[in-house]
């Protein structure tokens, strides 16, 4: 059973239609465009806000399109897991049902799983090892949304290294026993100092919504709790951090670092891009850097993966690793043998 196949049909992704460009969104935050360019590493960043720019709807979204594009039944789905934010349409609500009702999936069953945007490589991991352990699974859809970007609070300058967050969705199909694009070995790695640096700190049990709270206008806003030493302790640790699951990742598939031929990482600012890309003995050309997109959440190595497909960066063979992670902190990495 363990030595079951576990490979990517095909993946969608879903970006609301409306941007906003750098040069707009500097009038919001203060900063000029061209340090947001530069220095935050995007010249724009998908906007959202319209009537159906939701996180679930999103997801939902990608996965009708991906079911169209590879003619698949929505019968034929065993499970569907959702990678994606909290903050979505509904508090106490599982979005992977509703996917699951809105496909009409009628024979599967669906979960969620949180962990901010090191979602994705998780959810690969989680894909194949129930696949493998399964006899009853053999497709499963991931689908999943981020909205967190309409969390950031603008006005505040120590969240500064989220004003790159635009909302998105994704899709992607894995199968049993599937021979292309196989999903190896995944690595994941927590730092617990991080824990409560950042968080939304209202609409939970702890600090319940008052009036005073709603007036505030900081009800559905992200913070950063101790920013000097969050950034003092991210500067010795992050990088690091980045590095180890893909580590392992590579090791639990039988590869080294040598073996990388594409690195598809979450947009983060372009030194610590660079940072990580030198550290795994890779270059600029062995990935895509997101700035015409800024931090899309859990989308971002899919859209990734699709820019290097449609720019020829990535063929038949290719060891394609996911990168990925999210407040908290975690780290999160997969490889796929594309092809």
């Known amino acids: 059973m363990l030595d079951v196949k576990v490979g990517i049909v095909d993946f969608e992704v879903y970006l609301p239609e409306n941007f906003i460009e750098a040069e707009e969104l500097s009038k919001l935050v ?6 947001i360019k530069d220095k935050l590493g995007f010249k724009r960043k998908p906007l959202g806000g319209g009537p159906e720019d939701h996180c679930v709807a999103m997801a939902i979204k990608a996965a009708k399109r991906l079911l169209e594009k590879t003619n698949t039944d929505p019968d034929e789905i065993d499970l569907i897991i959702y990678p994606g934010e909290e903050y979505k349409e509904y508090i106490c609500w599982t979005g992977s049902i509703k996917i699951q009702k809105e496909l009409e999936a009628n024979k599967c069953w ?13 959810a690969l991991k989680l894909a194949k090892e ?21 969390l950031i609070n603008y006005n505040d300058p120590q969240s500064g290294f989220m004003f790159d967050m635009g909302p998105s969705g994704h899709a992607a199909l894995l199968k049993r026993d599937y021979e292309k694009n196989l999903v190896l070995g995944t690595g994941i790695h927590t730092e617990p100092v991080f824990a409560d640096d950042v968080i939304a700190p209202y609409c939970g049990t702890k600090n319940p919504i008052t009036v005073d709270v709603i007036e505030s206008g900081l009800w559905n806003k992200i913070v950063v709790t101790d920013p000097e030493r969050m950034k003092k302790d991210l500067a010795k640790r992050s990088l690091p951090a980045f590095i180890k699951p893909v580590d392992i990742a590579l090791e639990k598939s039988g590869l080294t670092r040598k073996d990388i031929d594409y690195l598809a990482v979450i947009h983060i600012k372009p030194s610590a891009h660079q940072a990580i890309l030198q550290t795994l003995g890779l270059k600029p050309e062995q990935s895509v850097y997101l700035d015409e997109y800024g931090h899309t959440g859990h989308t971002d190595q899919w859209l990734s993966l699709q820019l290097g497909l449609e720019q020829g960066k990535i063929k038949d063979g290719d060891h394609v690793v996911f990168l990925g992670a999210g407040t908290g902190y975690a780290f999160t990495s997969t490889v796929i043998r594309w092809g």
């Not at 203060?30 to 340090?35: E, F, G, H, L, R």
């Not at 493998?132 to 859809?141: E, F, K, P, R």
Request: hydrophobic residues 45%; proline residues 5%; contains cysteine.
């Open 30 to 35: 203060n900063i000029p465009a061209q340090v």
């Open 110 to 122: 669906a979960f969620d799983i949180s962990y901010r945007c090191a979602a994705t490589p998780l």
């Open 130 to 150: 129930l696949i493998m352990t399964n006899d009853d699974l053999n497709t499963v859809l991931i689908a999943g949304g981020n909205t967190n970007a309409y």
